[in-house]
């Protein structure tokens, strides 16, 4: 089946850093999704991109669907306390099924 | 987006009794979906919810123990059976975002401890 990869697994943020983390993958896909979910919560969605190259942004977050259509990234700019949490990435092929990458955890510098 | 609930949030059980989790959503939907969170992964699809057809499993779930009903275009139910410690997830259902839309909307999700 489609595996997604993405990275890094989780990564420590100082506020106002600007943060990225990718998702890719073996093959094609249509539509990328990027989700952020908190403890004891559903994810939420906060960007969809349905085309190759698009660049869409949602207030600082901002991702890209890959020209390969194999690829998507998410930037964060000036990271605040409450970006914690885990981030998704998922992508959509044929059909309505959503296959999610593994998270990227996003923690606070001690 | 959908507003999307779901009974109970969480749940502790006792091995080989069964819960049924229900989600209700807010406006007419034609698919419905079913993922499991394991503790500290991603999200997995279960199945498929079509109103007025059978569900659709995906690999390694399978009916007898994942039944779903779909009696209305507002609501699901997921039934976990027969349940053992190995079934300690987040469910989750989501829904579609619209008429040929390809993002989902997911619910709260409901927290289940087997012991």
């Known amino acids: 089946g489609q595996q997604l990869n993405q990275s890094p697994q989780s990564m420590f943020i100082q506020e106002g850093e600007d943060v990225s983390m990718n998702c890719t993958s073996s093959s094609i896909f249509n539509t990328w999704l990027w989700y952020k979910q908190d403890p004891g919560e559903g994810p939420v969605l906060l960007i969809a991109l349905y085309k190759a190259g698009e660049l869409t942004s949602n207030g600082r977050l901002t991702a890209q669907f890959g020209i390969t259509r194999k690829d998507s990234f998410l930037n964060i700019s000036a990271s605040i306390p409450s970006d914690v949490g885990i981030y998704f990435c998922?992508?959509?092929?044929?059909?309505?099924?959503?296959?999610f990458g593994g998270g990227t955890r996003v923690l606070v510098k001690p | 987006s959908a507003v999307i609930s779901q009974k109970p949030s969480r749940d502790i059980c006792q091995r080989g009794t069964s819960l049924t989790i229900q989600c209700q959503v807010d406006?007419?939907?034609?698919?419905m979906f079913w993922y499991r969170q394991q503790p500290g992964q991603s999200l997995t699809l279960i199945a498929t919810a079509n109103q007025g057809s059978e569900a659709t499993y995906e690999s390694g779930f399978v009916i007898d123990k994942f039944p779903i009903s779909r009696p209305n275009l507002t609501f699901s139910t997921l039934t976990v059976s027969n349940m053992s410690p190995e079934d300690s997830s987040i469910y989750l259902c989501s829904v579609e975002g619209g008429r040929g839309s390809d993002t989902q909307y997911f619910g709260p999700g409901t927290r289940l401890t087997v012991l």
């Open positions: 998922a992508g959509q092929a044929a059909g309505n099924k959503l296959t």
């Open positions: 406006s007419q939907v034609t698919m």
